[in-house]
C-alpha cells in the first residue's frame, strides 16, 4: 500500500491540465483595495491649504529668478549661447563661483508701447523650451528646472487677456514660497484683468498634490471664492477627493473620495491664488 | 598603430589593389549571383520619405516640406528636389541609371525596436537571422567576415558566428591587435606572436578534436562555429587595419565596408546614418531637420557611389557593378505635422537599391491616397494599385526575398513559397 | 519492508525527478561533475570548488544538496540579476539623463549608467534569493539602491550601508515593486506624446510575457488621414483595438511617470502624484488590466499579481533562462511542472529552478539513439558562456578587473566587449549568443590570456599555495610530478573533467615548446593555463 503511494508519488504520468485561468470570474481573484478616506473635510482642506500655502506656481517667477542668475554669467560661462538662453551640457563655472549646466531656450517677443503714464498696450510673450538647466549659486543654492513655461500678455484699449503655463519640476531653494519647496505639475492660468480667471492643470507642492479642473475664477465679483470647476486633492494613497465647487460664488463645494464616499462639505482658501494674480498678470 | 582614415585608403586603394591582389584591369565581366556584395546603410530612428522618395503634392493630406521643394523627374526617377538638398538632386541625376526607388514599403509596426527586427529580418521572430546574414551565410564559401556590422542592428540566432560587429567605438580592432589590454586598472596580457603561436596551435588541435567527438546538435554546432572562428582569427588578424574604424563617422565606416567589401572578406556590412550630431531621424518635433539629415545623407551617397564607380571591381568593371547598396529606415513618418510640427510613426516607408544587379531607373510601389502601400506585381515591378493582378503590398520580407535571389540563394527555402522576391527590381 | 519504505521515502526525499514526455530516454543526462559545473554556472555565476567536484564524482546525488546550498549562496542574487537582464534589458550603456546632468565626471558614467539599469533588475533577484512571494515584484513598497542612486534620486536609503540595500523612494509613488522603479521607466521611456504607450507595452512584455509590439499594425481601408478619426481611431478602429484595448487602460495608470521633458533628470527622477489622473483624461479611457478596472497604479499592480499569465511568465522566464533557449510547445509539460510547486508554496521562484534544473531538458548532454530531429535541434545539449558569466567566473578564478575608464569591459557596449563577447545590450540584441563567432573568440581569448597570468603570478609566486595549479611552483616544469598533478588539478576544476594522459602530455608540450620559443617558464605556465581557459570545454557548459 505504501509502496505503492510511494510509486504514484514519483509516477512520470502527470494529473491531466487544468487551466485555473478557464474560469473567467474574477471577482474572486482581484485583490479589493484596503483604502479608506483618511481625511474628513477639514483634512481635506488642510491638504489643500498645504499645497497652496506658499503661493501659487507662475512662470513670471521663475523668470525672474533665472533673469537675475543669469546677470552672474561671464564671457566663457556659459559660452555657448542657445536660443536667447544657453547650453552648457557638461557645465561651466565662472569665476565667482556660479555654475550654469544643461539648456535653456528663451523667445522673448516684446511688442508693448509704454504710454506716458506707464501703462502699456501691445503684447509681451516669454517662453523657455526647452527648458532642462541647473544654476548653482557659489552658496550651493541652485535653480533646477526641467520642463517648460512660458507667459503671454496682450493689452490694448478694450483691456489686458493674459495666460500663462508652467509645466515639469522646477526648485529653486533660495527663492521663498513655491519655488522652495520645489514645484511639480502642469498648470495654466488664463485670465482678463478686472474679469475673470481660469485654472487648469496639476499642482504638487509640499508633498501635496492638487489637481484644478477647469476652475474659474472673478476676483471682482467674487472675491473669496471660486465661481464652478473642481478641485480634486490627492490622499497619500493615490486615492483623490474630487470637490465640486458651485457655479455660484463660493470657496465651498461636496466632496467625493474615490469616487464612491461623500466626505460633504470642503471649503478651500484661495487667498494664494488671488495674491498671485499680479504675478501672472504682469511680466 | 597609426590611423588610416577610410578616405586615405581610398585613394590609395586602386594601386594598392592592383599591387596587392596582382590584376590587371579586367575586361567587363557579368557579375555573378556569388559575386554579389551588399552594403546596408540604415537610416536609423524613421525617415520622413516626403523629404526625398515621395513627391505627394497632389495630396492635401499630407505635409510637404514648406521650403522650395517640387516634384522632379529625370532618367525614370522621380523624387522630390530642393535647393537645400542639392546631393539629393546629384545623386539622382547622376546615378538614375543605378538606382532604383521602392515606395510604399509597409513594416507594420511602429515601435522602433520591433520594426528595426521587421526591417531586417521580415519578421518578429526573436530567433529570425537577419537578411545580411543570410547573405554572408549563403556565399560560395566560408568568408571571415561575412557580415560586418560597422553601426546599426543586427540580428542573429543560428548564424551569430557569420556576424563581426565592430562595436559602438570600433572597439573590435583594439581587441585584435591587443591595444584593448591597456588603460585600465589591470593592464591585460597580451602575448607575442612567437610566444602565442604554440597557444593558438595546441588550442586548434584541441577545438578540431572537440568538433570531430562532439555529438549532434548544440554541441556540435557550437564546437563547429568555435574551430571555425580560431582557423579564422589569423586571416582576421592581418585584416586589423580594415577593422579599425576610429569615430562614427557613417562616410568613414562606408568607406571601410566598401574596402572590406571589395577584398573579399566580407559579403555583407551595416552601417547606420544617425543624421545631424546623431540625433537620428526620429523627428517627433520639428520635422524639417530631415532636410539636413537627407542632405548630408545623399553626400556621402555621392562619394560612396564615386568611389564604387572609380574603383576597378574583382569580376566586373568597377566595385559598382558588384556592390549593391541598400538604404533604408525602420518606418515612415505620419503624413501630417503634429502640433511640434514633427511627425510621428508611421508604418509605411520608401527604401532605396543602387548598384549591383539593380534594375535602375525606376521607381517601384507608391503611396495611396491614404499614405498606404500600393500593390506590386512581383514579377515586373508594376504596381497594381486594385490588387486585381496578383500584386502585393510590399513589406521588408519581399526585399529580403529579393536580395537573397540576387544572390544566387532560394527564397523559398528562407520564408516560404508565399513570398514573392520583386524580380521587376533586378536587372536581367 | 521496512527497508524498502525507508529506501523508498529516500528516493522521495532526494526529489523525483519530474517527467519529461519529450521523449526523456532520449536524452542522455551529462556526467555529474560536468552536470554540477552547469549548475554552479547558472546559479552562482562561478565554476564548482575542487571539493565540489570531488563529492559529484564519488556520489552523483549529492547534486541535490549542492543546489540546496547555492540557491542560497549570496552569489545566487547576483546570478538572477544577469538571468533577469538577458529577458528585461534594463542594464544599457546611455539614458536620456546623464552623468552630465548631475554634474558628475565622465568617470562615472558607467557606474551610473549600470546603477540605473540594475534597479529593477535587484528588485526581483532580492525578491528571488530572500523566497519572497514572486507578486513582491509588482506589489513591494520597496525598491533596491545603492549608493550612486542615493546620493541622485529621493530614496532612504540606509545610513552607512554599502552596495545593493532595499531602499525606499520618498516621493510618494505607489507600492507596486518594479513598476515604481526609476530603472525599468528610464529604460521604457516614453516622451510625452506617446503617453505611456510604450510602457504598458513593456508591462505586458515582461511581466505577462504577451508581445503586443510584435502584432501587425496594418493601416488598412479602414482608416483614412483625411478623416479626424484618425485621431480616435486607437478607440474606434477595429485594426488599432486589438493591441489598443488593452495598452490604453493599462497606460492610463503610469502617468505619475510622465516627465513634460523626457531628458530632464529632474523629471525623471522624481515620481509626479499631481499627473496621476492625466491618463484617465488624456487617453479617454478608465485604467483597467485586461478588461477589468482599476483605480490607479497600486491596484495595477495587484491585478497583475493576480493573473495567471503573471505566473505562467515567471515559469518562462525563469526556464528559458535556464535552458538558455526559448521554450516552445514541447515544453508545455515541464512548464506545467514548474508551475505546481510555484503556484503551490507562495509563489517562490526557486521551486521553479529546483525542478527545471532536475528535469532532462536541463540535465541533456548528449542524444541517445532514437531522438528526433526536432529535438536534436532543439535541446541544449551544450551552452556557450557568454560575457557576462565570463565575466564572474574569471574574476571568482583571478581577480580579473579589466575595465577601461571606469567601464568594467565585459559588461558595457559602448567601449567593452559584452555584445562582442555574446552578450545582451538591451537594445539590439535581445537575446544571448547561441554560437561562437569571431568577436566572442577573441573576447574570451583575452580576457582568458590575462587571467591566466593573474592565476599564474599568484599560484606560483615564492611562498604561494597554488589554488588552482596545486602543487606546483614557479620551478616545476613537465619532468616534474609535481607538473602532471597541477595540470591534472587545474584541469580538473575548470572542465571538470578528468585529463587523460594524452591531454596531460599535449599541456606538457605546449609548456616546453612556449620554451623552446624563447618563453619564460612563468609564459609557458601562462599558456597552460590560457589554453584551459579558452578550451572548448570551458567556454561551453
Known amino acids: 500500500m505504501v509502496l505503492g503511494l510511494l510509486y504514484i508519488a514519483c509516477a512520470p504520468a502527470p494529473a491531466p491540465w487544468v487551466d485555473p485561468a478557464a474560469n473567467d470570474d474574477w471577482s474572486g481573484d482581484v485583490a479589493t483595495s484596503d483604502h479608506v478616506a483618511q481625511w474628513d473635510a477639514a483634512g481635506v482642506a488642510a491638504q489643500f491649504a498645504t499645497a497652496t500655502a506658499s503661493g501659487f506656481p507662475a512662470p513670471s517667477v521663475v523668470f525672474r529668478d533665472y533673469a537675475e542668475l543669469m546677470t552672474h554669467t561671464e564671457a566663457s560661462c556659459p559660452a555657448d549661447p542657445m536660443g536667447g538662453g544657453f547650453m552648457e551640457l557638461g557645465g561651466c563655472n565662472t569665476t565667482t563661483g556660479y555654475t550654469y549646466r544643461g539648456a535653456v531656450g528663451e523667445t522673448l517677443q516684446d511688442q508693448r508701447v509704454t504710454a506716458s503714464d506707464g501703462s502699456w498696450t501691445g503684447s509681451y510673450y516669454l517662453m523657455f523650451s526647452p527648458a532642462d538647466f541647473v544654476i548653482i549659486r557659489p552658496d550651493g543654492m541652485e535653480l533646477d528646472v526641467g520642463g517648460n513655461a512660458n507667459q503671454q500678455i496682450n493689452a490694448d484699449n478694450h483691456g489686458t487677456n493674459w495666460g500663462g503655463c508652467i509645466s515639469g519640476t522646477f526648485r529653486d531653494e533660495a527663492e521663498g514660497g513655491w519655488l522652495a519647496g520645489g514645484f511639480s505639475g502642469d498648470v495654466c492660468v488664463t485670465g482678463t484683468t478686472g474679469g475673470s480667471a481660469t485654472v487648469d492643470g496639476s499642482v504638487s507642492i509640499a508633498e501635496a498634490a492638487v489637481v484644478y479642473s477647469s476652475v474659474t475664477f472673478d476676483p471682482s465679483s467674487c472675491p473669496d471664492g471660486a465661481t464652478g470647476g473642481t478641485i480634486s486633492v490627492r490622499q497619500p494613497d493615490s486615492t483623490w477627493y474630487v470637490i465640486t465647487l458651485l457655479s455660484t460664488c463660493g470657496a465651498c463645494g461636496d466632496a467625493i473620495w474615490d469616487g464612491k464616499d461623500d466626505i460633504g462639505q470642503v471649503c478651500l482658501d484661495f487667498t494664494t491664488f488671488f495674491d498671485t494674480i499680479p504675478d501672472l498678470s504682469a511680466p | 598603430m597609426p590611423v588610416i582614415t577610410r578616405r586615405d585608403l581610398m585613394r590609395l586603394l586602386p594601386a594598392s589593389m592592383l599591387a596587392g591582389l596582382g590584376l590587371s584591369r579586367l575586361a567587363r565581366a557579368d557579375v555573378g549571383a556569388n559575386d554579389r556584395k551588399f552594403l546596408f546603410v540604415f537610416a536609423q530612428g524613421g525617415w520622413d520619405p516626403t523629404w526625398v522618395y515621395a513627391p505627394e503634392f497632389d495630396n492635401q493630406y499630407v505635409d510637404m516640406p514648406t521650403d522650395d521643394s517640387q516634384k522632379v523627374s529625370q532618367n525614370g526617377l522621380t523624387w522630390v528636389s530642393s535647393t537645400t538638398r542639392p546631393s539629393v538632386d546629384a545623386f539622382m541625376s547622376t546615378y538614375a541609371s543605378r538606382t532604383a526607388i521602392v515606395n510604399g514599403l509597409e513594416v507594420r509596426s511602429i515601435a522602433h525596436e520591433r520594426c528595426r527586427r521587421l526591417l531586417f529580418t521580415g519578421g518578429t521572430d526573436a530567433e529570425a537571422n537577419d537578411f545580411p546574414t543570410r547573405l554572408a551565410m549563403g556565399a560560395p564559401s566560408h568568408l571571415p567576415l561575412g557580415n560586418v556590422v560597422l553601426s546599426g542592428p543586427s540580428y542573429s540566432d543560428s548564424t551569430a558566428s557569420g556576424v563581426v560587429r565592430v562595436g559602438e567605438s570600433g572597439q573590435l580592432g583594439t581587441l585584435i591587435d591587443g591595444s584593448c589590454a591597456t588603460g585600465g586598472t589591470q593592464t591585460l596580457r597580451v602575448p607575442s606572436s612567437t610566444l602565442g603561436a604554440p597557444e593558438d596551435a595546441y588550442l586548434l588541435a584541441r577545438a578540431q578534436k572537440a568538433a570531430g567527438a562532439a555529438s549532434a546538435g548544440a554541441q556540435s554546432r557550437i564546437s563547429q562555429a568555435y574551430l571555425t572562428a580560431l582557423q579564422d582569427e589569423p586571416a582576421v588578424t592581418s585584416m586589423a587595419s580594415l577593422l579599425t574604424v576610429n569615430g562614427q563617422d557613417p562616410l568613414d565606416q562606408m568607406l571601410a565596408a566598401v574596402t572590406l567589401l571589395s577584398n573579399g572578406a566580407s559579403r555583407c556590412a551595416t552601417v547606420a546614418d544617425l543624421g545631424l550630431n546623431r540625433v537620428t531621424w526620429d523627428s517627433h518635433s520639428q520635422v524639417s531637420i530631415q532636410s539636413t539629415h537627407f542632405e548630408l545623407l545623399f553626400a556621402n551617397l555621392v562619394t560612396l557611389m564615386q568611389t564604387l564607380e572609380s574603383t576597378p571591381g574583382t569580376v566586373g568593371a568597377t566595385l559598382a557593378d558588384e556592390i549593391t547598396v541598400v538604404v533604408w529606415s525602420e518606418m515612415g513618418r505620419y503624413p501630417q505635422l503634429n502640433a511640434s510640427l514633427g511627425k510621428d510613426h508611421w508604418t509605411t516607408t520608401s527604401m532605396m537599391l543602387v548598384g549591383g544587379g539593380i534594375r535602375g531607373g525606376q521607381v517601384i510601389g507608391g503611396y495611396d491616397s491614404n499614405m498606404g502601400g500600393v500593390p506590386v506585381i512581383p514579377e515586373t515591378g508594376a504596381s497594381d494599385p486594385d490588387g486585381t493582378s496578383g500584386g502585393v503590398v510590399l513589406q521588408p520580407v519581399h526585399l529580403g526575398a529579393t536580395l537573397l535571389t540576387l544572390a544566387g540563394l532560394d527564397p523559398v527555402e528562407a520564408f516560404g513559397t508565399d513570398v514573392a522576391p520583386i524580380l521587376g527590381l533586378l536587372a536581367q | 519492508m521496512r527497508g524498502v519504505v525507508v529506501g523508498m521515502v529516500a528516493l522521495l526525499a532526494s526529489g523525483c525527478a519530474p517527467a519529461d514526455t519529450a521523449t526523456p530516454s532520449t536524452l542522455t543526462p551529462l556526467s555529474g561533475p560536468r552536470l554540477a559545473r552547469r549548475l554552479s554556472i547558472d546559479l552562482r555565476g562561478v565554476l564548482p570548488t575542487t571539493s565540489e567536484l570531488d563529492e559529484v564524482e564519488a556520489h552523483p546525488e549529492d547534486i541535490n544538496a549542492l543546489r540546496e546550498q547555492w540557491l542560497a549562496d549570496p552569489r545566487f542574487e547576483e546570478r538572477i540579476t544577469q538571468m533577469y537582464q538577458e529577458r528585461w534589458r534594463t542594464a544599457i550603456d546611455s539614458f536620456h539623463a546623464t552623468v552630465q546632468d548631475y554634474g558628475l565626471s565622465h568617470d562615472e558614467d558607467y557606474s551610473f549608467n549600470r546603477s540605473v539599469g540594475e534597479e529593477p533588475l535587484r528588485l526581483v533577484a532580492h525578491v528571488v534569493a530572500t523566497d519572497r512571494s514572486y507578486a513582491d515584484i509588482v506589489t513591494a513598497d520597496w525598491t533596491m539602491a545603492n549608493p550612486m542612486l542615493a546620493s541622485l534620486w529621493p530614496l532612504d536609503y540606509p545610513a552607512g550601508a554599502t552596495g545593493w540595500q532595499v531602499s525606499r523612494y520618498t516621493d510618494q509613488r505607489p507600492a507596486v515593486g518594479v513598476l515604481a522603479t526609476n530603472g525599468l521607466w528610464w529604460r521604457y521611456n516614453s516622451p510625452l506624446f506617446n503617453e505611456n504607450r510604450q510602457r504598458a507595452a513593456a508591462i505586458f512584455d515582461l511581466l505577462v510575457c504577451r508581445d503586443v509590439l510584435s502584432r501587425p499594425v496594418i493601416l488598412s481601408t479602414g482608416l483614412s488621414i483625411s478623416d479626424s478619426s484618425t485621431t480616435d481611431a486607437i478607440q474606434n478602429e477595429p485594426t488599432c483595438l486589438a493591441c489598443h484595448s488593452s495598452i490604453e487602460p493599462v497606460a492610463a495608470t503610469l502617468f505619475g511617470f ?147 575608464q571606469g567601464w568594467d569591459q565585459l559588461d558595457n557596449d559602448t567601449h567593452g566587449f559584452r555584445v562582442l563577447g555574446g552578450s545582451v545590450d538591451g537594445v539590439t540584441l535581445t537575446a544571448p549568443q547561441r554560437t561562437p563567432g569571431l568577436t566572442w573568440t577573441m573576447t574570451f581569448q583575452r580576457a582568458g590570456e590575462e587571467s591566466a597570468g593573474l592565476i599564474v603570478d599568484r599560484d606560483l609566486a615564492d611562498g604561494a599555495t597554488a589554488d588552482l595549479l596545486v602543487g606546483a611552483t614557479s620551478a616545476t616544469t613537465p619532468a616534474d610530478a609535481a607538473f602532471t598533478t597541477a595540470v591534472s588539478a587545474a584541469w580538473w576544476r575548470l572542465l571538470a573533467e578528468r585529463p587523460s594522459t594524452s591531454d596531460v602530455s599535449g599541456l606538457a608540450s605546449l609548456w616546453q615548446s612556449v620554451v623552446d620559443a624563447g618563453g619564460t617558464p612563468r609564459d609557458a605556465w601562462t599558456a597552460v593555463v590560457a589554453v584551459l581557459l579558452r578550451d572548448p570545454d570551458f567556454v561551453s557548459y
Open chain 3, 258 to 404: 510622465t516627465p513634460f521633458d523626457d531628458q530632464s533628470n529632474f523629471e525623471l527622477q522624481t515620481y509626479h502624484p499631481e499627473r496621476e489622473n492625466m491618463g484617465s483624461t488624456i487617453l479617454n479611457v478608465t485604467p483597467a488590466w485586461m478588461g477589468h478596472p482599476v483605480s490607479g497604479l497600486e491596484e495595477l499592480g495587484a491585478a497583475i499579481a493576480d493573473d495567471p499569465r503573471f505566473v505562467d511568465c515567471a515559469v518562462q522566464t525563469a526556464t528559458e533562462g535556464l535552458l538558455r533557449r526559448q521554450t516552445d510547445d514541447s515544453d508545455v509539460e515541464l512548464l506545467r511542472q514548474a508551475r505546481e510547486p510555484f503556484v503551490n508554496n507562495g509563489l517562490h521562484l526557486k521551486d521553479v529552478i529546483r525542478l527545471v534544473t532536475q528535469a532532462p531538458a536541463y540535465t541533456v548532454g548528449s542524444f541517445a539513439t532514437g531522438a528526433s530531429q526536432a529535438t536534436i535541434d532543439r535541446e541544449t545539449t551544450s551552452r556557450m558562456l557568454v560575457a557576462s558569466q565570463l565575466r564572474s567566473i574569471d574574476t571568482d578564478l583571478a581577480g580579473l578587473d579589466w575595465n577601461y
